[in-house]
């Protein structure tokens, strides 16, 4: 039987008024940035905070830790609007997505105490420490190395090695970085990797900006040299890293984030080919809106599932496979389409610049399609 | 009710287990394939009308099955796994139609007019093309993955080769979209209160989308299974052709991709969003 199912998920249509207030509020407060394109990566520390005050960050998590309790389908149409105003969410969305779940279930209880209330406020920017410069799709390789140190009452772990392609490391507060604590084994080369929680104003780390080809400064190289980081903020089991990926993974695949980072020249391709546009503009257009409406509905369906307790482990790769790639080649595709069009294009082309300077990074960022297509490779049961 | 699949669970699956198996027994595609004559032709038919398959959209009071839009979907879903060439799309969306204006629904397969410009009549193939290829698009990947599993080449079963393995994640992904595309227009068709404008978001998407992943889908089927995916003797042109021929009723790719652009550029950019968000 077929490994590929979509139960008919559709948002409940009680979720309607919250999304009119998403959009009210973005209205209010980022009334220009879908009109500037490189809004959306902003740190934005006052905007940040409203947003928490709204609730919108931490939505699903539990109350006495600032959360919502709200639901996964809720927090969808939040992400979504956000997304399509071009908002500028890179302060918090790091910690609402992926840091904040990780606390959630393998952080003490002190620390949750200390740290989620303050991401649920947006006062609190995460940044991951995966790559390394010797290894960045093959993570089991990492060599940056954790080494246990006894100083009297302070016992804890010492850090030695560099991170590379860290997105935001030059705001954050925190990383959830993945440090070697023992080697691997002969059985096992997943062994030995452990997750730690890195307060970035320690003594001990540099970071240095690395200039991207949009001329940003988004991500960094980062320098352990005898961090010291104390034994609570151990993140689960010590070497077990490799066990524990969580459900939490596959929200992060399948959200509307995986399809709507370059959505704003669909927008702007609508404006420019204006209300008549000719057969094979409009024939153009009509695929991409085809194949947007039906990547959502993917999306939608998915967190649906997960909502319900179900595991669509595949389905939510797929998403982020075909997702990114769609993304990827939606400025291209609407620069053919408006090759044509004379007269005033000034904002369609500044646009179309943008995102497909920003475009070569969604394919690779957060898992390359070589590695998610052998996820679904091995959800086929071909690995 | 979009929440609600319980009465669709219970029925839909006795329904469905019953197209499945008349599929299974006597619609076979490689015992169809290896057939000489027609003569396959008559006892399938038989076996769907006794079933109550052929009349599924027609409510009991005029004769029919009286299942659900959704589960007249899932029937069509499941006869797209097996791509016989038998007129049970055309004879579910006619005994809807006849239905719908109250006149008795003739017997025997029925015939719709494939190039219809009736608007409903048109909604309704699309939908039902779109979900039958869905269907054939399921079968391509499970058949195409298990052929990479038992097929050697290079001393080792050719699914073990990366290349192969993204290729069929591709394959993955495009049936995901075609399941995906072709169910929520189905969906939508159940539920909308009438062939609205959300209604020709969906199924023109669906159509269009799905038409797509049939192209991308039946070449990358054909690649991992080689030359023999090329000869008559093996089944895979059974799906092959009929996708070909599925995406051409109703109106193809192009044709509704046209109709959704001029709609989306004369309701302009601003409304886009919203409606595609109300989906």
């Known amino acids: 039987m077929s490994p590929i199912h979509f139960d008919q998920i559709r948002l409940p249509r009680e979720l309607q008024a919250l999304r009119e207030e998403v959009r009210e509020f973005l209205r209010r407060e980022a009334p220009g940035a879908a009109s500037a394109p490189s809004s959306r990566a902003e740190y934005n520390a006052e905007f940040s905070r409203k947003v928490g005050a709204k609730g919108w960050i931490g939505m699903t998590w539990p109350r006495r830790y600032g959360g919502g309790e709200r639901s996964f389908l809720e927090r969808y149409v939040v992400t979504e609007e956000f997304r399509v105003a071009n908002a500028p969410v890179a302060l918090h969305f790091t910690a609402d997505r992926q840091s904040g779940p990780i606390l959630l279930k393998y952080a003490g209880e002190p620390l949750k105490q200390s740290i989620l209330p303050r991401i649920t406020r947006g006062e609190c920017c995460f940044c991951i420490g995966m790559s390394e410069p010797g290894s960045g799709s093959d993570l089991f390789a990492a060599k940056t190395k954790a080494t246990r140190v006894k100083n009297g009452a302070s016992s804890g772990w010492k850090i030695n090695g560099t991170k590379i392609w860290t997105s935001g490391a030059h705001h954050a507060n925190y990383m959830i970085g993945l440090f070697r604590t023992s080697a691997p084994t002969k059985e096992n080369r997943r062994h030995g990797l452990t997750q730690f929680l890195v307060d970035m104003s320690r003594p001990g780390i540099k970071v240095n900006p690395i200039e991207d080809m949009s001329g940003g400064k988004h991500f960094n190289e980062v320098v352990f040299e005898d961090l010291f980081i104390p034994d609570d903020h151990v993140l689960g089991d010590v070497d077990m890293a490799w066990k524990q990926a969580t459900s939490e993974l596959a929200y992060e695949r399948s959200g509307p984030e995986r399809f709507l980072e370059t959505i704003q020249v669909l927008f702007a391709l609508v404006r420019v080919l204006g209300e008549k546009p000719d057969l094979r503009g409009a024939e153009g257009l009509g695929r991409l809106v085809a194949q947007l409406h039906t990547l959502r509905r993917m999306s939608v369906s998915v967190n649906g599932m997960l909502q319900a307790g179900k595991e669509p482990v595949l389905e939510g790769s797929i998403v982020k496979d075909v997702g990114t790639i769609w993304e990827q080649a939606l400025p291209h595709r609407a620069r053919e389409l408006a090759a044509f069009v004379e007269g005033s294009r000034k904002e369609f082309d500044a646009v179309v610049r943008h995102a497909a300077t920003i475009a070569p990074k969604l394919t690779i960022q957060g898992g390359t399609t070589e590695v998610l297509r052998g996820i679904i490779a091995r959800g086929l049961g071909l690995r | ?279």
């Open chain 2, 1 to 279: 009710m979009p929440w609600d699949n319980s009465r669709m669970n219970i029925a839909g699956n006795l329904i469905a287990d019953a197209t499945r198996r008349i599929f299974r027994d006597l619609g076979d595609p490689q015992a169809l394939n290896l057939a000489r004559d027609e003569s396959w032709r008559a006892p399938l038919w038989r076996a769907l009308e006794d079933a109550g398959l052929t009349r599924a959209w027609v409510p009991e009071n005029h004769g029919g099955a009286g299942a659900s839009i959704a589960e007249g979907f899932e029937i069509l879903r499941i006869s797209g796994e097996f791509a016989v060439a038998v007129p049970l799309g055309e004879t579910l969306i006619a005994g809807w139609a006849f239905a719908r204006d109250g006149k008795k629904v003739p017997s025997g397969p029925l015939e719709v007019d494939l190039s219809t410009k009736d608007n409903a009549l048109q909604l309704m193939g699309a939908a039902v093309r779109a979900m039958q290829m869905a269907g054939a698009l399921q079968s391509m990947l499970d058949r195409s993955v298990a052929y990479a599993k038992e097929r050697v080449a290079f001393e080792r079963p050719i699914g073990g080769f990366q290349a192969v393995q993204h290729n069929l994640a591709r394959l993955a992904g495009e049936t995901a979209a075609a399941l995906a595309a072709a169910g929520s227009a189905a969906d939508a068709i159940a539920t909308e209160p009438e062939f609205n404008d959300a209604v020709f978001l969906e199924v023109a998407s669906a159509k269009i989308r799905v038409g797509e992943a049939a192209e991308t889908g039946a070449a990358i089927a054909h690649q991992v299974h080689g030359a023999i995916g090329f000869s008559r003797e093996h089944v895979l042109h059974r799906y092959t052709q009929r996708l070909w021929a599925w995406r051409d009723d109703f109106g193809s790719e192009s044709q509704w991709a046209a109709r959704l652009g001029a709609h989306v550029a004369r309701n302009g950019a601003d409304a886009l969003w919203p409606a595609l968000a109300a989906r």
